[in-house]
């Protein structure tokens, strides 16, 4: 049964699932508790924040514990502007391919005192750092996602932090990580970015954890008020068990990056040769530095929405992209910005491979996915 | 048997697939998606879709949406919108079937390798021992048998299909539901065409996309204004709301609507009853036999409207409509459903009016 949507969410990984059962009936103080039980889940919470900032060449109070990717992303779009005093119009810098949790809440701000340039990405999902400049000045905030949750396309964020800080150097810097956490050095791939984002899921860590990161002193409004527990910044009760859960995710993650980096690469380019082979499905990011576990395709002339029906009959999971609450396919931000034609879109279908990926998960999705596409021509 | 039912949200499908499940079939559940606008009614919102889901959960069945709201909107929402800007008022529901359930959603079916396409329409699949064997029936229920909407479906569609709660009355389709704790059980019946918002209303869906036009309304005998209609586009043959009575104190009946000179003509009920009804020649479909030429029909002219006796009397071309009794006026393109006078529950075919 080969699970090939890793990029949505990935699977519990086992170091984390062993750290956090036992301390689900023990560890249940409130971190800001004055009393024994409470400084257990402080301590436990603390040093999930410095292992986490320490991965991201971040100081430890630069940790905010949130709800996840989305969350973050939500508060440093509103976060940044509320606490950056003009009394002129606000400018959002982002790119057209970004994750809806930023366009969407940069979008929103619209309403009231920003004004949102979305700069365009060539073919490849990539954006050009000097043009991404040329944007930016006077800025209040920059957001460039490190790498693409559909394409998998890295962004050159070296390049851009360079550029963006030449031109306008009170500029925030904000990435979205989200996607390259898994499988990129977080410190070093965000060298020159003030503030980050991190889900804790996509790490094979627990849904409803993620966290803002701030590298530098850049100062960011509280966004949830009512208590102000985390860092005075965000109110509400921390889980510190969700929060460890990241942590060691996190931890996993980079101890075996090294080898899962290499294996899952050469599994998915195995895995995008035999698909080009056997269906004629072609790589849309084919020429970009992509994430080792993205497969974006698409099937000429098939429709995606028929084939992962009849994919999910065959026991194989991939998607389409994005999805709207119904959960019907919508046609996609990011392909429509690359430039891909609507039949293409059309038959468009994302495969993510993950730290769990195995050389049998690939060998049994080629066979599916031949036997699929046939049966449908 | 591998059955997809298309679930709406709705009682009828959730029960559908129930009682396929019941009868053992290995069932997949599907939602379309067809309105991307706002709405609130029939098979569009996210809230019915999530009842669908819901749904098939408690059953235990797989369950996809599929988006097919931009071919729903060029085969039945523009002809909808088109259709009154030059006085026509097609059917959508029997657009939307023709065009996307049983055209585009069955065809996926079929290459998904399903055996059966179900839904929840009131109407059955009866056997007779000729071919075709499988025909177009009423459903059970007279109060809500849709076999009219589903006229238009072809002999190798009606042999494709699954219609299980066609031989149940509404109240033992509610009870079943009842009985498994479906969360759709008591949801009340879709009204109205399902991309038209209750609050606003075809005035206020058509008014935004067509811009409504004033009309004056003119008494077909004395050739004198009596008044004018809000939105000329909206008035329909046969139309007595809104109309008004004549000087004499009687109803008026709309006999005309001209949208070059935005005027309808009215007259009192004898001037809106006709006995001939013109059809467009392309649009006479059959449910596998030929239509009886020159011979008897009943015929229905609307969803819920009574069975006419007819007669189809052929002309070069094809045929026209002869009722044996006047009918109030029907509106162009409304879709016409031909039943067998020999066995009356069963379709014939249709045609849509001229």
């Known amino acids: ?377 | 048997m591998e059955i997809a039912v298309a679930m709406s949200g709705g009682v009828d499908s959730s029960v559908a697939a129930a009682l396929l499940v019941e009868a053992g079939h290995t069932v997949t559940g599907v939602t379309l998606r067809l309105w991307g606008g706002t709405s609130d009614s029939g098979c569009c919102s996210a809230s019915d879709v999530d009842d669908a889901r819901r749904v098939a959960q408690q059953l235990g069945i797989a369950h996809h949406v599929f988006n097919l709201s931009e071919e729903f909107h060029d085969a039945v929402v523009q002809p909808y919108i088109d259709g009154h800007a030059v006085g026509r008022t097609p059917n959508p529901c029997i657009e939307c079937n023709r065009s996307i359930k049983f055209d585009l959603l069955l065809d996926r079916c079929r290459r998904l390798g399903f055996d059966r396409l179900a839904t929840g329409h009131h109407a059955r699949i009866v056997e007779r021992s000729s071919a075709p064997t499988l025909r177009l029936a009423r459903g059970a229920d007279p109060l809500k048998d849709q076999s009219y909407v589903l006229s238009m479906l072809p002999a190798s569609t009606i042999a494709a299909l699954s219609l299980p709660v066609g031989e149940m009355n509404k109240a033992e389709v509610r009870e079943h539901a009842v009985r498994l704790g479906l969360r759709t059980a008591m949801k009340p019946d879709s009204q109205d065409v399902c991309f038209i918002r209750s609050d606003e209303g075809r005035e206020g869906f058509l008014g935004s996309r067509l811009g409504l036009r004033e009309g004056t309304v003119i008494d077909q005998e004395t050739r004198t204004i009596v008044g004018t209609v809000p939105a000329v586009q909206l008035v329909t043959l046969g139309q007595r709301r809104g109309i008004g009575a004549g000087p004499d104190g009687e109803r008026r009946y709309v006999v005309g609507v001209d949208l070059a000179t935005d005027t309808v003509e009215v007259a009192p009920l004898e001037a809106a009853l006709s006995a001939t009804l013109h059809v467009v020649a392309t649009s006479v479909t059959t449910t596998g036999r030929p239509l009886p030429i020159d011979g008897k029909v009943i015929v229905q002219v609307s969803a819920h409207g009574r069975p006419l006796d007819a007669m189809l009397v052929g002309t070069p071309s094809g045929f026209f409509v002869q009722l044996a009794k006047p009918a109030r006026l029907v509106a162009s393109a409304q879709t016409l459903a031909f039943y067998d006078p020999l066995d009356p529950e069963v379709v014939l075919g249709s045609a849509i009016v001229q």
């Not at chain 1, 301390?23 to 508790?33: D, F």
Request: aromatic residues 4%; hydrophobic residues 45%.
């Open chain 1, 1 to 377: 049964m080969p699970y090939l949507d890793h990029a949505a969410t990935t699977s519990v990984r086992p170091e984390v699932l062993a750290a956090v059962e036992p301390l689900l009936a023990t560890l249940y103080g409130n971190p800001s508790g004055g009393h024994a039980i409470g400084r257990e889940a402080r301590r436990v919470l603390d040093e999930a924040r410095e292992e986490i900032a320490d991965f991201c060449g971040a100081p430890a109070q630069g940790v905010m514990f949130t709800s996840g990717g989305t969350e973050a992303d939500n508060w440093v779009i509103n976060g940044v502007l509320d606490a950056s005093a003009t009394s002129e119009q606000h400018r959002i810098v982002t790119t057209n391919i970004e994750h809806k949790a930023i366009l969407e809440a940069a979008h929103k701000r619209e309403k009231w005192d920003a004004l949102v340039v979305e700069v365009g990405v060539d073919g490849l999902g990539r954006v050009d750092p000097h043009e991404m400049a040329d944007a930016s000045r006077g800025a209040t905030l920059v957001s460039v996602m490190a790498a693409n949750n559909e394409l998998g396309t890295i962004q050159d964020l070296r390049s851009i932090a360079t550029e963006v800080r030449r031109v306008s150097p009170g500029t925030v810097l904000h990435t979205d990580a989200v996607q390259a956490a898994p499988w990129l050095d977080l410190a070093e791939l965000t060298q020159g970015f003030d503030l980050l984002t991190l889900s804790s899921h996509k790490l094979g860590g627990l849904k409803g954890t993620g966290c803002l990161v701030s590298r530098t002193s850049v100062k960011v409004a509280p966004f949830l008020v009512g208590g102000g527990q985390e860092l005075g910044l965000r109110a509400g009760t921390q889980d510190a068990i969700g929060a460890m859960a990241m942590a060691v995710a996190l931890r996993t993650a980079v101890a075996e990056r090294d080898e899962a980096t290499s294996r899952i690469a050469m599994l998915r380019d195995r895995f995008l040769a035999e698909l080009a082979k056997s269906t004629g499905a072609t790589s849309t990011a084919q020429g970009a530095t992509v994430l080792p576990g993205h497969a974006h395709v698409v099937f000429p002339g098939m429709v995606a929405e028929e084939l992962l029906v009849a994919f999910d009959r065959a026991d194989l999971q991939a998607t389409a992209g994005s999805s709207c609450a119904s959960g019907a396919t919508e046609s996609s931000h990011v392909l429509r910005a690359i430039g891909l034609d609507r039949l293409a879109v059309r038959g468009a279908v994302r495969f993510t491979l993950g730290h769990a990926t195995t050389d049998l998960d690939i060998d049994e999705a080629c066979s599916i996915i031949g036997r699929v596409v046939a049966q449908l021509r």
